[in-house]
């Protein structure tokens, strides 16, 4: 897609507030060494920053025999962010200040067996009044970014399909701005860890960066020149459902033999019990949760089967990310979610190994692997950072659709 001039000064935008939040208070001369832009450019983008009240003059620092330098800050209190993590079992909801700080947060569990959209709104409704509820007089909520699992539609608000519920179609911006006040951005959970990843992890500051989602469902978030790629139809990513064996296991979106048939917890949990159906480990029942938790102490504490279990899984996926690999050349492949987290560093040792059994050796080179070093829920705080960009992109398109 051609980048037109206001997608570049909203990038640019972008740029210069996440080196607000990387550091503040700075001056305008940092920001251009540390953005690469003008100083004239950020000049004027500071400029528009102060008067969104997102940023705020505070002083001056010598800068040794010439004129003194304006310093300015983020302005944490300049507004507040919400972030909605709709998930298969729960529905987590976070508040940001400008900072990206936790200030509030509330987790609703979604009941076993629950389909329908209306308990999923009630329940976003009621975290977003929680949370908002400890916000002090007179403190705006610039917005609410929603994440919800599976193909969304951006634009039009929808849930296009979500595979656990079977939704097709759900107007799901509509059912909750006819209770929420506030401005609200819908996207799914792999779109908000790599946008996380961008503004406050591994991904920052890199051109081109893939971040690999590991938890029931799998994906790849993709960052190309610095940006989120959501592709023509905000598809972008679903590398869990590229062949990875022909004729392979069968996976719910119709295909055989899927990458998330083999490293998303079930997929894991199913291998287990494929090559040792007489360990204890197998027999752990259909929380995924739990069993990955055992799978990862049981690698801990030396289990031949969980190594093994271990090695399995790091095989097919470092094979499916030195395809990655290959046909993007990225910096950084950033393992998140919440597999990813439990099984660590054995995880990401074995996968660094099977991505170098594949992967030509010039882009191999240039790539790290590593574990996502966010220490919070990333769905959320990538789903706050989504208002956060409505707010910034919005600052000169008064015609932008505004929600009551
Ligand atoms: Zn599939």
Request: glycine share 12%; aromatic share 4%; proline share 5%.
């Amino acid at each position: 897609m051609k980048r037109t001039s206001r997608d570049i000064r909203t990038s640019n935008r972008y740029q210069v507030l996440r080196q607000f939040i990387a550091h503040s208070p700075a001056s305008r001369q940092e920001l251009a060494a540390a953005t690469g832009l003008s100083s004239a450019t950020v000049a004027t983008l500071v400029g528009e920053l102060v008067e969104l009240g997102l940023v705020t003059e505070v002083g001056f620092v010598d800068s040794g025999g010439g004129r003194p330098r304006g310093l300015v800050a983020l302005n944490t209190e300049g507004g507040a962010l919400v972030g909605v993590d709709i998930a298969e079992t729960y529905v987590h909801v976070e508040l940001f200040d400008l900072g990206l700080n936790v200030v509030a947060r509330s987790e609703e569990r979604v009941r076993p067996g629950a389909r329908g959209p209306e308990e999923v709104v009630a329940l976003v409704v009621a975290g977003v009044h929680a949370v908002t509820a400890e916000l002090a007089d007179g403190h705006r909520v610039l917005g609410v970014g929603v994440s919800v699992p599976g193909q969304v539609d951006r634009e039009g608000g929808l849930s296009v399909y979500a595979p656990n519920w079977d939704w097709h179609d759900v107007p799901l911006l509509d059912a909750l701005s006819g209770q929420l006040a506030h401005p609200l951005y819908l996207d799914n959970p792999l779109h908000a860890c790599t946008a996380a990843e961008l503004w406050f992890g591994a991904a920052r500051g890199r051109s081109d960066a893939v971040v690999v989602n590991l938890g029931t469902g799998v994906g790849a978030g993709l960052a190309l020149g610095g940006a989120l790629h959501r592709g023509v139809s905000n598809s972008a990513g679903e590398w869990g459902h590229t062949t990875l064996v022909l004729d392979g296991r069968r996976c719910h979106c119709g295909g055989r033999g899927c990458v998330e048939t083999y490293v998303g917890a079930p997929g894991i949990m199913r291998s287990l019990r494929e090559l040792h159906p007489d360990s204890a480990l197998s027999r752990s029942g259909d929380d995924q949760t739990a069993a990955i938790d055992a799978l990862a102490r049981a690698v801990a504490d030396g289990d031949p089967v969980a190594v093994a279990t271990l090695g399995h899984t790091a095989r097919y996926l470092g094979a499916a990310l030195a395809n990655l690999v290959n046909l993007l050349n990225p910096e950084v492949i950033i393992l998140s979610s919440w597999v990813a987290a439990r099984l660590g560093e054995p995880l990401l040792d074995a996968v660094r190994e099977a991505v170098a059994r594949h992967a030509l050796r010039r882009p191999l080179a240039a790539t790290e692997i590593v574990l996502s070093p966010i220490p919070t829920d990333p769905v959320c705080l990538g789903a706050a950072t989504f208002a956060l960009e409505g707010a910034l992109t919005h600052v000169r398109t008064p015609l932008a659709r505004s929600r009551r």
